[in-house]
């Protein structure tokens, strides 16, 4: 999967790129941290905010408790966020998280949905559309991410609810 740069809504920082035209989002079946497989096809007809991590990545540390935010935020607004571990031990994700989030963590076993989403490095995070399209995509962390994902997914539950793509 190859993703061009394009234009994103006035106020998100330059380092967000939107798809631009958008792409099929790979699907894939991950095992819940605490059970369960998550499919992503079945959750179309929700956005979708993905971000591929990892417990001793630095920059993860800080886009999490963020991300956990934006759950507690839009859960019933009809948007997923999905936490993707790279391939690390149930239990020790199990343990670095605590009780600390409540957004599904899915373990990358292998990271094989990671190659999938030609992820190089953490944390990399995507923006799915309610057609199962990705439409944004972000790498790193520089601050801002929950102010740049209110813009984003603001404007994406706008689109849908007016009809307009």
Known sequence: MSLVAGCVPSGVSEDWHRV???AEAPDFALQQLD???VKLSELRGRVIVMEFWATWCGPCRFSL???EVMHKRYRDRGVAILLLNQDE???AVRKWLGKRFTAPILLDAGSEV???YN?????RLFVINREGRV???HAGYGGGLERNLTLILDQLLMEASTGHA
């Open 65 to 67: 408790p963020s991300l």
């Open 35 to 37: 059970g369960g497989t």
């Open 114 to 116: 990671a190659r999938r």
């Open 119 to 123: 992820v190089q490095a953490i944390p």
């Open 89 to 91: 031990p149930a239990d």
């Open 20 to 22: 631009q035209p958008s």
């Open 135 to 137: 439409v944004y995509e």
